[in-house]
């Protein structure tokens, strides 16, 4: 949901979860990636084959 520009919130409810469980598991994958943004964390998930 992130890579298509969702917030926190816009993909909580696409996805039926809490706000806060979207931010912790975005959070959890900028820790393991080492990234630092939003974007930054999707671009690194693309060049790593994560995402499409």
Known sequence: MVAVG??????ARR??????TV???LRNA???LGTHGRME???TA???G???
């Open 6 to 11: 969702c917030g926190n919130a816009e993909a």
């Open 15 to 20: 996805l039926g979860l809490l706000p806060e």
């Open 23 to 25: 931010k912790s598991y």
């Open 30 to 32: 900028m820790r393991k």
């Open 41 to 43: 964390t999707v671009v």
């Open 46 to 48: 693309r060049r790593l």
């Open 50 to 52: 994560f995402l499409p």
